[in-house]
C-alpha cells in the first residue's frame, strides 16, 4: 500500500501537498518519504517503533510514510498532549524514536539527502502499520492497531464510495494524529490527487479553499464555522464530509442551501475512518443519516440498539490487549437504527443517553432542536445527578444576541418537558470533537 511511490512513478510533476507557502511534488514528498526511512533504518529503529508529531506540515507527511517505508509502525502524536501522557502513550507503543517537525529550510535540506537504495520498503514486520490513538472522549487515549489491509480496504471502500480520482483536490483541516487525517493522505495518495494542507484551521481562509476542491473533510463545529465565515459551494466541490460526531439536520440543510453538498459520514478510529458515507448528490435524500455502508463494510444494530460494524477495515485490536478474531463484529458506542433503505441513522453515545424521571433523552436530538433556535451558536447536551429525577439534563449553549431565558422558552416548545434542559450554562465556545 505504498502508494506515495507508485504516484511518485506515475505523476512525479504532480502537486502531493499543496501548502500556504508552498507545493511539493508527489516525487519530492517520495524523496523526503526516502530520507526519513533512511534515518529510521540508520538509527537501528527498523522492526520496532517510530512516534511523529500529527501536525499538518510536509515533514509529518513525509513520516507518515518514510516510517513505515523504514521497516517500523508509524505512531502520529497529538503535540498538545502533556508531557507525560506523550511519554506514557509512546512507551506503550513501544516506540523506540520521534520524528520531530522541522522547519522549512531544514525540510529542505532533506530533500537534498541522499537515501540508502536498499530501503526495506514494505514496512514493519507482523501486521501492525500503524497505532493512531482515540480521541480520549471516553477516558485515556487507547492505542488502535492498523494494519495494511485496514488501510487498503478502507481506501477502497472510500473511493467507491466518492468517486474521488486524480484531479481531486481535497482540503485537510483535520489533524494528522487522528485517522479522519491521516485517511485523506492515504486516499489522495492512492489516486495521485493533491492535498491541499493547511497547519491550521482557519475559517475564512478555509471558506476560500473550500471553492477550489472536490472533496473536504470537517466535523460539525469546523461546518458551522465555515458556514460563518461565509462559506459557499462551487462548480468543482463535489463533497464535504461531515463526521466526529451526528451532524443535526438542520446545520446540513444551512450547508446545502449555501450550495455545499454536506455528506454526512460514520466511522472512527477503530473502522479505519468512514464505515458509513452519503454519497455525492444523494445529501438531499440521504438526509438525517449517514448513508449506506462502503464497500466491504458491514453494518448492523445490535439487539441493546447499539451500532456493530465488521468488515475488512476493522482494526484487528487495540495495544496490549487480545486480538479480535477476523471477520468478528466491532460493538461500537453508539446507538443507532438501520432505515428502509439500508441507511445507517445515528441516534447517539449508548453512555450518553440521560434518564430523568423515568424518561430516556437523546443529548443529541435535544442539541441538534437547540441549534434550531435563531441566535443559538452551539450546544451541548450533557446528564447530572439529581436527587429528585435522577438525572437532569444539562445545556452548555454558545450564544450571540439571545438570552437563556429566550432559549429556555423557545426549547419548551420545540421539544418534550422531560427533555428540556433543567439547567442552563452559557459558555463562550465548545470543544471540537475529532474523528
Known amino acids: 500500500m505504498d502508494w506515495l511511490r507508485r504516484a511518485a512513478a506515475d505523476r512525479p510533476a504532480a502537486p502531493a501537498l499543496v501548502t ?47 516510517i513505515p517505508r523504514g521497516g517500523a509502525t508509524a505512531v502520529p502524536v497529538d503535540p498538545a498532549w502533556p508531557p507525560d501522557l506523550s511519554m506514557r502513550l509512546t512507551r506503550l ?73 486524480p484531479d481531486d483536490g481535497w482540503l485537510a483541516v483535520l489533524p494528522t494524529f487522528h485517522v479522519g487525517g491521516t485517511s485523506i493522505l492515504w486516499r489522495q495518495a492512492e489516486q495521485g490527487a493533491p492535498v491541499l494542507f493547511e497547519p491550521t484551521f482557519d475559517p475564512s481562509r478555509a471558506a476560500g479553499l473550500l471553492e477550489g476542491a472536490a472533496f473536504a473533510s470537517v466535523v460539525p463545529t469546523m461546518l458551522r464555522r465555515l458556514l460563518a465565515a461565509g462559506a459557499v459551494g ?97 460493538r461500537t458506542g453508539d446507538l443507532g437504527e438501520i432505515d428502509d433503505r439500508g441507511r445507517l441513522v445515528v441516534l447517539g453515545r449508548a453512555d450518553a443517553v440521560i434518564v430523568t424521571g423515568g424518561e430516556k433523552v437523546h443529548p443529541t436530538a435535544v442539541e441538534s432542536a437547540l441549534r434550531m433556535v435563531p441566535g443559538v451558536v452551539d450546544a451541548r447536551v450533557t446528564g447530572a445527578a439529581d436527587p429528585e429525577w435522577g438525572s437532569r439534563v444539562v445545556a452548555d449553549v454558545v450564544l450571540d444576541g439571545v438570552t437563556v431565558e429566550e432559549v429556555a422558552a423557545a426549547a419548551r416548545r420545540l421539544m418534550p418537558p422531560s427533555a428540556v434542559p433543567k439547567e442552563w450554562r452559557p459558555v463562550t465556545s465548545l470543544p471540537t470533537k475529532l474523528l
Open 234 to 330: 462551487s462548480k468543482t466541490l463535489r463533497g464535504v464530509l461531515v463526521g466526529g460526531g451526528p451532524a443535526d439536520r438542520h446545520l446540513l440543510e444551512r450547508a446545502m442551501d449555501a450550495g455545499i453538498p454536506a455528506l454526512q459520514t460514520y466511522g472512527m478510529t477503530e473502522t479505519t475512518s468512514q464505515v458509513a458515507t452519503v454519497a455525492p448528490g444523494e445529501e438531499q435524500i440521504d438526509l438525517g443519516t449517514s448513508g449506506r455502508p462502503i464497500d466491504g463494510a458491514a453494518v448492523r444494530i445490535g439487539e441493546d440498539g447499539r451500532v456493530e460494524v465488521r468488515g475488512p477495515m476493522v482494526s484487528p485490536g487495540y495495544l496490549g490487549e487480545q486480538t479480535r478474531e477476523p471477520g468478528t463484529w466491532l
Open 20 to 66: 500556504p507557502g508552498r507545493v511539493i511534488t508527489y516525487a519530492e514528498l517520495d524523496r523526503a518519504a526516502d530520507v526519513v526511512a533512511t534515518v529510521v533504518v540508520q538509527s537501528g529503529l527498523e522492526g520496532g517503533a517510530v512516534a511523529f508529531w500529527g501536525e499538518r506540515h510536509p515533514s509529518a507527511a513525509a513520516a507518515l510514510w518514510g
Open 93 to 165: 507503543s513501544g516506540a523506540r524514536g520521534l520524528w520531530s517537525t522541522l522547519d522549512e529550510a531544514t525540510f529542505d535540506r532533506l530533500l537534498d539527502r541522499t537515501p540508502l537504495s536498499d530501503l526495506p520498503g514494505t514496512g514493519p514486520p507482523g501486521p501492525c502499520r500503524f497505532v493512531v490513538f482515540t480521541s480520549g472522549s471516553e477516558g485515556e487515549p487507547r492505542g488502535v492497531v492498523l494494519t495494511g489491509e485496514n488501510i487498503a480496504a478502507s481506501v477502497a471502500g472510500s473511493a467507491q464510495r466518492l468517486g474521488n480520482g
